[in-house]
């Protein structure tokens, strides 16, 4: 049965995830497991490495150098990694944004910009596909 509303995107665990946009076209949501996580880390990578690209006429050609190098560095030791700070801050742009919706709803970067513009529901069923992809583990007893 498909998503009609946000609510309906809980679903059971398991079932296939679907969610219907306002025009009438369905999408697959995918959870936030591993190989999603390491998608959406591609895409803010290769992001920061378009955007120190171009600004490449802006700055000396030693200066580029160098923050290319520190940025395929920061890239290496994983400081881009899902969660982390780098991340944390790509994320709360509308381009980091942009980078999950793309992964999560299964479309292109170009139709992922569409949705978050046109459709206020996604921020909030993003919010739910990740309380999903993530649950909170359940709090053991304590002895008293």
Do not use: C
Request: aromatic fraction near 8%; proline fraction near 4%; avoid cysteine.
């Amino acid at each position: 049965m498909p998503i009609n509303t946000v609510s309906d995107v809980i679903g059971t665990h398991g079932a296939p995830l679907e969610w219907t946009d306002s025009q009438g076209k369905k999408y697959q949501l995918s959870l936030i497991n591993l190989k999603a996580q390491s998608k959406i880390e591609r895409i803010i990578e290769g992001d920061a490495i378009e955007a120190l690209k171009a600004h490449k006429d802006l700055i000396s050609e030693d200066d580029y150098r160098f923050q290319f190098s520190r940025l395929l560095r920061d890239i290496t030791q994983g400081r881009f990694n899902f969660g982390g700070e780098y991340f944390q801050n790509a994320i709360e742009t509308i381009k980091g944004v942009s980078a999950m919706v793309s992964v999560v709803f299964n479309v292109d970067r170009d139709e992922a910009m569409q949705l978050i513009t046109a459709e206020p529901e996604v921020k909030e069923v993003l919010s739910m596909i990740t309380e999903r992809s993530y649950p909170k583990k359940a709090v053991a007893p304590t002895n008293p």
